[in-house]
């Protein structure tokens, strides 16, 4: 419940701040929000499972995202920042999928 | 959406409750932020435009095109330029008798056009049946290189896409899908004297005719008259590329 509230408030503060994103932050921050997502969805799963731990939850929120960024800046160093980019949205969007057909066989049985 | 499940609605449940303890802060906090930069990502994506998100290499991979497309554009407007200033210059006379010699010029080359002039009558006869494609085509070829400008073998114009293959049930010889009949009659316009001795070289195509066991009869002529056609095709895939000069 905190969790959806929390999600609320941070839209609506995106929304009235509308900050401007700072230039070198601008790869990292798509590929980030992708990675959090890909937590939630894995929590989100657990929580059906009833193995959902809270700090587990966290680290990896976090760890996901560091990560993330950490590869995405790997490859715009090695001057292969685009494919990067587009192989870590993959496998994420590919984890989320996943997840996502996991939560829906437990909500809905099918 | 309550879930219906078993034994997990007990931690599900839970976690719909409002309680506020330290962890669920923390995940409160984690789930704000990730509103908040999701929405800034996205105002930002929307914002910028391609340009501004861009990375460098696709940035430069843009730019690459648009010079290669400036370049281009740049030889289409120098070539249309100068097609209208020729255009414009002469009178109208003049540009129909220019357009109609381009014209002519490429019928003959085409096969689209009838053609007549001096040149040579050549008559082949097999009576073994052993000439093959492959020394009719080396024929057309010597007479080529000996400056033929028009050819016609037997009703067919030989064009530049004309090409030879075994006659049907594989003897004598066909000619772009035509079966010829010998003998075998080729007109050419071009230097008499010059392809007449193409023609004779020493192991040359009247060698191998003879060799063939057949015989092979050069006749020059003032007036050779190519009256078969090639017809006009329009090309499926090749289509007039500007040329620099226009």
Do not use: C, H
């Not at chain 2, 704000?32 to 930002?44: I, K, Y």
């Not at chain 2, 190519?226 to 329009?234: D, E, G, M, S, V």
Request: hydrophobic letters at 50%.
């Amino acid at each position: 419940m905190i969790a959806a509230l929390g999600l609320l408030v941070g839209v609506v503060l995106g929304v009235v701040l509308a900050p401007t994103v700072p230039l070198w932050l601008q790869p990292y921050l798509p590929i980030a929000v992708v990675a959090a997502l890909d937590a939630v969805f894995g929590a989100f799963r657990a929580l059906l499972d009833g193995v959902f731990d809270d700090r587990v939850f966290v680290v990896s929120f976090l760890s996901n995202v560091v990560i993330a960024a950490l590869l995405v800046f790997l490859g715009d160093q090695l001057g292969v920042g685009a494919q990067i980019s587009t192989g870590v949205v993959v496998v994420l969007a590919m984890r989320i999928f996943a997840n996502a057909a996991a939560i829906r066989r437990r909500l809905f049985k099918a | 959406m309550e879930p219906t499940a078993g034994d997990e609605p007990v931690r599900a449940r839970e976690a719909l409750a409002l309680r506020v303890t330290p962890r669920q802060v923390v995940i409160g906090l984690l789930f704000a932020s990730l509103g908040f930069v999701a929405v800034a990502a996205a105002q930002g994506a929307d914002a910028g435009g391609l340009l501004e998100t861009a990375r460098e290499d696709e940035v430069v991979r843009v730019l690459d095109d648009l010079a290669e497309r400036q370049v281009r554009l740049q030889a289409e407007q120098r070539a249309l330029e100068a097609a209208r200033d020729r255009l414009l210059s002469g009178s109208e006379e003049q540009r129909l008798k220019a357009a109609q010699t381009r014209a002519d010029a490429l019928g003959i080359l085409a096969g689209t056009a009838p053609a007549v002039g001096p040149g040579l009558r050549i008559r082949i006869v097999d009576p073994e049946g052993q000439i093959e494609p492959i020394l009719m085509l080396d024929a057309v070829q010597e007479l080529r290189d000996a400056g033929a400008e028009a050819m016609q073998l037997g009703p067919v114009r030989v064009v530049a896409s004309t090409w030879f293959a075994p006659g049907i049930d594989g003897l004598g010889v066909s000619v772009s899908g035509t079966a010829l009949a010998a003998p075998y009659v080729l007109l050419v316009i071009g230097d008499p004297d010059t392809m007449a001795t193409a023609l004779e070289i020493p192991g040359g195509v009247a060698d191998r005719v003879r060799t063939a066991g057949g015989t092979i009869s050069v006749t020059p002529d003032t007036e050779v008259l190519i009256r078969a056609l090639q017809p006009a095709t329009t090309p499926q895939y090749a289509r007039p590329a500007p040329s620099p000069s226009g």
